[in-house]
């Protein structure tokens, strides 16, 4: 399994910005999936996940309303909307699987997001 | 949400030693904890889950125990390779907001 994201930039602060995860698997849509994000100098932060479906979907509180997750299993493709960004999002935005609700087993090498004006 | 308490957050250790990182939640998670090593410029690495078993790959120095609201991360015999920092991270609420730890630098 491999996973690629891509989207990530600077953006001012109330822009949006949609990141992409690329996921080179047969079993994409039997898997769940997050996003983690790690702010510079910071730990490690759980940001949102979706069931293999795509029908439900789960929000830390502190980007719950602005982003949405969401997922094209026809296109091994996850993707995180991310509205109203804050000089806080800044981060670098993992993709990850989720392995049998124990774990984070892959991870995309992270892109970069710089909230700033 | 459930809160993780990693301690100690940074240690100094040497090739060779004996080095243990705890994990405690704010409330029982039964054994439902992960734990991952993190590089500088790198995604981080899946360890161990359900609290002691060992990812597929990952050496036999590394190893975790505990249950309820108290973990450990042991590495066994420290490698230069595994100056890292460490993450802990519960799955007992998943999939609703699966929390991390405040990591655990381990520094020569």
């Known amino acids: 399994v491999q996973l690629l994201e891509s989207g990530g930039g600077l953006i001012q602060p109330g822009g949006s910005l949609r990141l992409s995860c690329a996921v080179s698997?047969?079993?994409?849509?039997?898997?769940?999936m997050t996003w983690v994000r790690q702010a510079p100098g910071k730990g490690l932060e759980w940001v949102s996940g979706?069931?293999?479906?795509?029908?439900?979907?789960y929000y830390a509180d502190s980007v719950r309303g602005r982003f949405t997750i969401s997922r094209d299993n026809s296109k091994n493709t996850l993707s995180l909307q991310m509205n109203n960004l804050r000089v806080e999002d800044t981060a670098v935005y993992y993709c990850a699987k989720v392995y049998a609700g124990s774990g984070l087993d892959y991870w995309g090498q992270g892109t970069l997001v710089t909230v700033s004006s | 949400a459930i809160q993780l308490t990693q301690s100690p957050s940074s240690l100094s250790a040497s090739v060779g030693d004996r080095v243990t990182i705890t994990c405690r939640t704010s409330q029982g998670i039964s054994r439902a904890l992960a734990w991952y090593q993190v590089k500088p410029g790198k995604p981080p690495k899946f360890l161990i889950y359900d609290a002691s078993s060992l990812e597929s790959g990952v050496p036999p120095r590394f190893s975790g125990s505990g249950t309820g609201t108290d973990f450990t991360l042991t590495i066994s015999s420290l490698q230069p390779e595994d100056f890292a920092t460490y993450y802990c991270q519960q799955f007992y609420s998943y999939p609703l907001q699966p929390t991390f730890g405040g990591g655990t630098k381990v520094e020569l």
């Open positions: 979706i069931n293999p479906s795509g029908e439900s979907t």
């Open positions: 698997t047969q079993h994409f849509s039997g898997y769940a």
